[in-house]
């Protein structure tokens, strides 16, 4: 079985003047919908601890957590360690320990802190698994050929050197790629791409282009339709 792989950005609440709040998921939501997940069973696997779910058992989660915030520090990290939760956090390396960043033509400007190669060790020290977000936030399909594979084999070569191990998996900023950027990806020693296309994993997915299901979470976000997604994802395997 498939696992049902969650994308987050942010574990803080929306600041005021947010103009995506679906990038922001609040530290208690996130509490609580890992307290609701172990609670129904589902476990929580990496790339490096994927395995083959076997039949009536639930699918595993992934939960992968894009752009590599000071909060997925500062804020998620203590609360995945409390609920013994694994994770995937997909960094921009030319950002890490950065006060203030925003990245023209995103569409959330507000600025960010990043997290620190110091912080990515600690984490991946403590089982937390990390993938590449590029160098720098950027499209690759807005990129040519070489540099697309520049930003592919750097990104990974230094954030092995930071945390220690192999680098398994990628996620394309913007979800963007397309048939030749895979192509480059694997041939650059990816096995696992995510993007941003919603749903569930087809049984006959390109482990280069995952699909994933957008896990919101702030004030205004009711719990019940977080369990209505995962619910729904799971009827669809
Ligand atoms: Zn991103």
Same mark, same amino acid.
């Given at each position: 079985m498939?696992?049902i +792989?969650?994308?987050?950005?942010? $574990?803080? *609440? *929306?600041?005021?003047?947010?103009?995506? @709040? #679906?990038?922001?998921?609040? %530290?208690?939501?996130?509490?609580?919908? &890992?307290g609701? =997940?172990?609670?129904?069973?589902?476990?929580?696997s990496?790339f490096?601890?994927?395995?083959?779910? @076997?039949?009536g058992?639930?699918?595993?989660i992934?939960?992968?957590?894009?752009?590599?915030?000071l909060n997925?520090?500062?804020?998620?990290? *203590?609360i =995945?360690?409390?609920?013994g939760a694994?994770?995937?956090?997909? %960094?921009i &390396?030319n950002?890490?320990g950065r006060?203030g960043?925003s990245?023209p033509?995103?569409t959330e400007?507000? *600025?960010?802190?990043?997290?620190s190669?110091e912080?990515i @060790?600690e984490?991946?020290?403590?089982? +937390?698994e990390?993938?590449?977000?590029l160098? !720098?936030?950027r499209?690759l399909t !807005?990129?040519?050929?070489?540099e697309q $594979?520049a930003q592919?084999t750097?990104?990974k070569?230094? &954030?092995e050197?930071i945390v220690g191990?192999p680098?398994l998996? +990628?996620?394309?900023?913007y979800?963007a /790629?397309?048939? #030749?950027i895979i #192509?480059?990806t694997?041939a650059a020693?990816?096995r696992?791409g995510?993007t941003t296309?919603p #749903?569930?994993?087809?049984?006959?997915?390109?482990?280069l282009?995952?699909n994933?299901?957008?896990?919101?979470? /702030?004030?205004?976000?009711?719990p019940?339709?977080?369990?209505r997604m995962?619910?729904?994802a799971?009827?669809?395997?």
């Amino acid at each position: 079985m498939k696992p049902i +792989i969650l994308m987050y950005h942010h $574990i803080a *609440p *929306p600041p005021a003047g947010a103009k995506i @709040r #679906g990038m922001y998921v609040s %530290p208690r939501q996130f509490d609580w919908q &890992l307290g609701w =997940l172990r609670s129904r069973g589902f476990s929580f696997s990496t790339f490096e601890n994927l395995s083959d779910t @076997r039949p009536g058992e639930r699918p595993d989660i992934i939960l992968t957590l894009d752009d590599g915030y000071l909060n997925n520090y500062e804020q998620a990290f *203590p609360i =995945l360690r409390k609920h013994g939760a694994r994770a995937v956090i997909y %960094p921009i &390396l030319n950002d890490l320990g950065r006060r203030g960043v925003s990245w023209p033509g995103a569409t959330e400007q507000t *600025p960010a802190d990043m997290m620190s190669a110091e912080q990515i @060790r600690e984490m991946a020290d403590a089982g +937390i698994e990390f993938g590449s977000h590029l160098l !720098e936030h950027r499209r690759l399909t !807005e990129m040519s050929e070489t540099e697309q $594979i520049a930003q592919l084999t750097a990104s990974k070569a230094r &954030l092995e050197s930071i945390v220690g191990r192999p680098v398994l998996s +990628i996620a394309y900023p913007y979800g963007a /790629c397309d048939d #030749g950027i895979i #192509g480059r990806t694997r041939a650059a020693g990816y096995r696992y791409g995510v993007t941003t296309e919603p #749903g569930r994993i087809a049984k006959d997915a390109d482990p280069l282009r995952l699909n994933r299901y957008t896990a919101k979470g /702030c004030k205004l976000y009711h719990p019940l339709k977080f369990i209505r997604m995962i619910r729904t994802a799971e009827r669809q395997d």
